[in-house]
């Protein structure tokens, strides 16, 4: 749909004021009714970044939170029509602007960008699923993976640890899997090793059994430490759902 040019002129100053407060004359509207406009979609704006980044909001003093998502809210101008994907942007915007709380609270990227995928992980669109079957043999049948995941690099625990209480020496490098449990939605978070980011790589490959998994355990330990630890995370991964079961053979 198209709308006349002064049309669409209106609307771009109703938005440019929504932001910035920065007020232009526009036909039609009531002055005396305009902030309403204004402090409708900012609060919108501001309870959709708080349920996206609860802990961030946490972490940051209370004036910290307000100057950042008023400095996003009037000079960031938002791409996706969703408003749940809206809070992505901040991230972005962050990253982008290279703002100063980043340099304040070191572990803020990472906890954003864990929080974030939470949501990502939460919404998507449902993935096919491969035929599988819950009960098979461990040692010989191939395993199928829940495809709904996510896994993250990390140079701080913000999956392990209270954000506040991280210091610059837990600086390290981490890994976090991020998947989604299907029968209740939930968002699941598992702490891993890059064996373990071998490993599920593995497995979103399709053909993935104990004796080929176990090859990657291998390069790290010694064969009795690698199948105890193998088996370790494969009956936690059945348990949480990040494997679904074993691969049909018919």
């Known amino acids: 749909m198209q709308f006349p040019?002064?049309?669409?002129q209106y609307q771009n100053d109703l938005a440019h004021f929504c932001r910035t407060g920065e007020y232009i004359p526009i036909?039609?509207?009531?002055?005396k009714n305009v902030d309403r406009y204004r402090n409708l979609i900012y609060n919108i704006v501001d309870d959709s970044l708080q349920s996206a980044y609860p802990l961030t909001s946490n972490l940051l003093e209370e004036k910290e939170w307000d100057d950042l998502v008023h400095e996003f809210f009037s000079s960031h101008r938002c791409q996706s029509p969703l408003l749940w994907q809206m809070p992505?942007?901040?991230?972005e915007f962050m990253q982008?602007?290279?703002?100063?709380?980043?340099?304040?609270?070191?572990?803020l990227s990472d906890l954003?960008?864990?929080?974030?995928?939470?949501v990502e992980i939460f919404m998507m669109e449902d993935k096919e699923i491969p035929k599988h079957k819950i009960k098979g043999k461990l040692s010989t049948d191939a395993l199928i993976i829940n495809p709904e995941l996510a896994i993250l690099s990390l140079a701080y625990p913000v999956h392990l640890k209270n954000a506040a209480k991280i210091t610059v020496e837990d600086k390290d490098q981490?890994?976090?899997?991020?998947?989604r449990e299907p029968e209740l939605g939930k968002v699941i978070f598992t702490d891993i090793k890059y064996p373990h980011v071998e490993l599920i790589e593995l497995?979103?490959?399709?053909?993935?059994?104990?004796?080929?998994?176990?090859?990657i355990f291998l390069k790290y330990a010694k064969e009795e430490e690698a199948v105890i630890a193998l088996n370790q995370f494969l009956n936690a991964s059945i348990e949480s759902k990040l494997i679904f079961g074993f691969k049909n053979q018919d």
């Open 88 to 91: 992505k942007e901040l991230l």
């Open 203 to 215: 497995l979103l490959s399709g053909e993935a059994n104990f004796g080929r998994l176990l090859k």
């Open 112 to 118: 954003l960008m864990m929080e974030w995928y939470e």
């Open 5 to 8: 040019n002064s049309s669409f």
């Open 174 to 179: 981490y890994f976090v899997c991020l998947h």
């Open 27 to 31: 036909p039609g509207i009531i002055e």
């Open 96 to 107: 982008e602007t290279d703002n100063h709380l980043l340099v304040k609270y070191p572990v």
